[in-house]
């Protein structure tokens, strides 16, 4: 047999083979999908997300709402802004040291307080979710949930915090305090890149340290969904396993 005609003899083969393999993988991912949909309803899978959203919410939202809850964490703690940070060793030879740890204290306690705010937006952001929705987050990744809620709920619940964490700074006093603070920085050479209101600043990083939180806590049920004493969260994620 001339080479070139054992070639595509080859050729033809190998396609052959791999046409046969290709629907029988394909048949065995539809057939796990559906063996999912057929013992989780769309009724099940809603209720055990939302049902695992709202504890995955409690959980966050109480821990960040204890007394340190930012402060003690490393993960969520709100540090100095990385220009104040930087000028650190300057701040303290002009005797400002006590300050910045003064600031670093009512940021967080600020965070503390308006932490509360996202429990009902969290609730009302699940209760609005579809049965597509449901389903999409349910076959997601460890953050899947979390993700959702960013979107959903990051730019109102920032406008929540505002006037609660500007309540908080002013009447500590730390409004003028970090405004003071930042104020020194043109005089170090230096021109402010963060946010230049101590409400804006804290505000943002509350929001980013409920979402390590809430990620934190999807992923806790996700791994083990028989730890959340729910038997529909443990029916929904238990079918995933």
């Avoid at 340290?209 to 999807?218: C, Q, R, S």
Wanted: hydrophobic share 45%.
């Amino acid at each position: 047999m001339p080479r070139s005609r054992h070639a595509l003899l080859t050729v033809a083969v190998l396609l052959l083979a791999l046409g046969c393999a290709a629907p029988g993988h394909a048949q065995s991912a539809a057939t796990s999908s559906a063996a999912v949909n057929a013992s989780v309803s769309n009724q099940d899978a809603a209720g055990g997300l939302k049902a695992a959203l709202e504890q995955a919410g409690n959980l966050a939202v109480s821990k960040l709402g204890a007394e340190n809850g930012y402060l003690n964490n490393p993960r969520v703690r709100i540090p100095l802004p990385k220009l104040l940070e930087q000028a650190r060793p300057l701040l303290k030879m002009t005797g400002k040291g006590q300050q910045l740890d003064d600031l670093v204290l009512q940021m967080n306690r600020a965070a503390e307080s308006a932490i509360p705010l996202a429990r009902p937006l969290l609730v009302n952001a699940v209760k609005n979710m579809s049965f597509s929705d449901a389903w999409a987050i349910v076959r997601g990744g460890d953050n899947a949930a979390t993700e959702y809620l960013r979107e959903k709920t990051s730019g109102q619940l920032a406008q929540e915090f505002l006037p609660m964490v500007r309540k908080v700074t002013e009447r500590a006093g730390l409004a003028a305090h970090y405004n003071s603070t930042m104020a020194l920085a043109p005089k170090l050479g230096v021109q402010p890149k963060e946010y230049a209101t101590v409400e804006a600043y804290v505000t943002q990083r509350a929001l980013d340290g409920l979402y390590v939180m809430l990620a934190d806590e999807e992923k806790a049920i996700r791994a083990n969904p028989l730890a959340s004493g729910s038997k529909l969260i443990s029916k929904v994620f238990g079918a995933l396993k």
